[in-house]
C-alpha cells in the first residue's frame, strides 16, 4: 500500500555534526528511491537517488543506504549546515505502481547554531 | 529559471467556485505529474502524462477533478465546485521519462476554499 504519515518525526542536530534521517519504505517490489527536502513554502527539492541494485550512493555531503532486507532506506548528511533544516521525504517507486512516486511521513531536521 | 513553473502561488476561494492551476514543466521533459500535499503529510499522487496522454489517474481525483495537456508542453488542473477538503498545495512534477528519471518539482500552488 502506500506509506502516508501523519506525525512528523523531528531531529535536531548541532551546526557541523552528521545528521541521519531514517525511512522504511512499504513496498518489497521498489527498484528506485529518491531523497527530497522541502523548504517552507516550497516544492520538494530532488537531493539523490538511488536504484535497487545498489546498496549506496554518495553525493556532495550526502550519502544514501539502502538496505533491502529490512526495507530501510537512510540519509546521511555530512557536517549539517543551517541551511539544511527542512522537512525530508523519501519517495519510493513501486513497480507495478508504473512511473509514479509514492512518499513517506518525512522527517523534520532542525540545525541548531 | 528553468525549473517547474506553477501559476498561481496562492489562490483562495469560496466553496462551490471552479479554480483552474497551470504548470509549465521544464521543456525537454515528456512526462507531467500533479500531487497534491496537505500539512504533514508527503505529497500524494493524483495523476500524471506522457506527452499529451494522460495515463495514470489516482483515485483521489474525483469527477470535480480535471487535468489537461493539450499541446503536451504545459498542463492545466482544474477543479469544479470546491470543498474545503480541497484545501492544499497542488504541486506539479516532471521528469524527462526514461525509466527511473526523478521528478522536478515545482513550489506548488496554495488552494485555500473558505
Known amino acids: 500500500g502506500e506509506s502516508v504519515g501523519l506525525h512528523l518525526p523531528t531531529l535536531s542536530v548541532q551546526e557541523g555534526d552528521n545528521s541521519i534521517i531514517n525511512c522504511a519504505y512499504s513496498n518489497s517490489a521498489s527498484d528506485y528511491f529518491i531523497w527530497y527536502k522541502q523548504e517552507s513554502g516550497k516544492g520538494p527539492q530532488f537531493i539523490i537517488d538511488?536504484?535497487?541494485?545498489?546498496d549506496k550512493r554518495q553525493g556532495q555531503r550526502v550519502t544514501v543506504l539502502l538496505n533491502k532486507t529490512v526495507k530501510h532506506l537512510s540519509l546521511q548528511i555530512a557536517a549539517t549546515q543551517p541551511g539544511d533544516s527542512a522537512v525530508y521525504f523519501c519517495?519510493?517507486?513501486?513497480?507495478?505502481?508504473?512511473?509514479?512516486?509514492?512518499f513517506g511521513a518525512g522527517t523534520i531536521l532542525r540545525v541548531k547554531s | 529559471d528553468t525549473g517547474v513553473s506553477q501559476d498561481p502561488r496562492h489562490k483562495i476561494t469560496k466553496r462551490g467556485q471552479n479554480v483552474t492551476f497551470r504548470c509549465d514543466p521544464i521543456s525537454e521533459h515528456n512526462r507531467l505529474y500533479w500531487y497534491r500535499q496537505t500539512l504533514g503529510q508527503g505529497p500524494e499522487f493524483l495523476t500524471y502524462?506522457?506527452?499529451?496522454?494522460?495515463?495514470?489517474k489516482s483515485r483521489l481525483l474525483s469527477d470535480r477533478f480535471s487535468a489537461e495537456r493539450p499541446k503536451g508542453s504545459f498542463s492545466t488542473l482544474e477543479i469544479q465546485r470546491t470543498e474545503q477538503g480541497d484545501s492544499a498545495m497542488y504541486l506539479c512534477a516532471s521528469s524527462a521519462g526514461t525509466q527511473n528519471s526523478p521528478l522536478h518539482f515545482g513550489n506548488g500552488t496554495r488552494l485555500t476554499v473558505t
Open positions: 538511488i536504484r535497487s541494485n545498489m
Open positions: 519517495a519510493e517507486n513501486p513497480k507495478e505502481y508504473g512511473n509514479k512516486l509514492v
Open positions: 502524462f506522457q506527452n499529451e496522454a494522460q495515463l495514470e
